[in-house]
């Protein structure tokens, strides 16, 4: 067996295809990223129509208080190494498309 903790099987066609040792564990870090996506779509969207917020502003406009508890920073992380959100000096953001 790899190393990495990986096996092979076979395709249908007869090629080996690697898979992931723990199925479900990819599927919950599938899941956490679809998340993260969706909480940086719904960022973008309420900075939008303002073009810069403070971050406090912006978490209330994205009614992230809804969000499972850390999810408001996470996603901003997120969208600030994207490039779709922009950190600006003073906890400001700015939508990266109105720049």
Do not use: C
């Not at 903790?5 to 395709?11: A, I, S």
């Not at 295809?17 to 990223?33: E, F, G, I, L, V």
């Not at 998340?35 to 940086?40: D, F, K, L, P, R």
């Amino acid at each position: 067996m790899p190393a990495t903790n990986e096996h092979k099987r076979l395709r249908p066609s007869g090629k080996a295809r690697t898979t992931s040792a723990n199925p479900y564990r990819s599927a919950a870090s599938r899941h956490d990223d679809a998340v993260i996506q969706a909480e940086v779509r719904d960022l973008a969207s309420a900075l939008r129509p303002f073009g810069a917020l403070s971050g406090h502003a912006l978490e209330s406009a994205a009614e992230a208080a809804k969000w499972h508890e850390g999810g408001f920073r996470r996603a901003l992380s997120a969208a600030v190494k994207a490039g779709t959100i922009e950190q600006l000096p003073g906890d400001f953001y700015r939508d990266s498309h109105s720049a």
